[in-house]
């Protein structure tokens, strides 16, 4: 029997990167915005990074990675003012409801397909977080199947955003590698993600 070939390709993705997930010696952590107290660890092995000062479009770090091939995952960490009028304690409790998976909307006429793939609400480093992912098809992309988590941090004095998307040539194809190979790393990324108090 001949599997599928988007199967055959999501296993030879776990073959390549299953050490990845699991070996300490396949990540490496670093500090943000020259914050000892600001981390976050990423795999070792990257296509592109992009860390340190806030950047022009507002990125504190960005990283794009590819499993041979088949698809990538790009994460990029941000931090922003709380909205107008909006305290620390009214958006946390935004955070702890359903109101959390407001981050997982997608908007635009290339946006097509959104299915909430789920969210939660929890403690991180003491501070109210969420984290909600979707997948969608954005036609306007080179890679129009994506897989997005988004984990959301209400920090003292600021809101923290670190969010990663997976990618590959149609929805369907992007949430199986998200399933079997993307989401463990991201998981551990964002549990790694610490941001200052």
């Known amino acids: 029997m001949t599997l599928p070939r988007k199967v055959t390709a999501a296993i030879a993705c776990i073959l390549i990167l299953a050490a990845a997930a699991t070996a300490e010696d396949r990540w490496k952590t670093v500090t943000l915005d020259g914050n000892p107290d600001f981390t976050v660890s990423i795999p070792v092995k990257i296509d592109d990074y992009g860390g340190g000062k806030k950047s022009k479009d507002g990125n504190l770090m960005f990283f794009a990675v590819t499993a041979a091939g088949h698809g990538g ?3 990029m960490a941000s931090r922003e003012a709380y909205p107008k009028n909006v305290t620390q304690k009214a958006f946390a409790a935004g955070l702890a409801s359903e109101k959390r998976e407001v981050f997982c909307k997608q908007n635009g006429g290339s946006v097509s397909g959104v299915e909430i793939g789920g969210s939660t609400s929890f403690d991180h480093n003491g501070s109210q977080a969420a984290e909600c992912t979707a997948s969608y098809t954005d036609s306007a992309e080179k890679l129009p199947g994506r897989v997005e988590s ?20 149609d929805q369907e194809t992007a949430q199986l590698e998200w399933a079997t190979l993307w989401e463990e790393i991201v998981r551990h990324i964002q549990k790694s993600f610490h941001v200052p108090k």
Do not use: H, K, R
């Open 150 to 169: 988004e984990m959301v941090i209400a920090a003292p004095g600021n809101v923290y955003l670190l969010v990663c998307v997976t990618e590959d040539e």
């Open 73 to 75: 995952l790009t994460c």
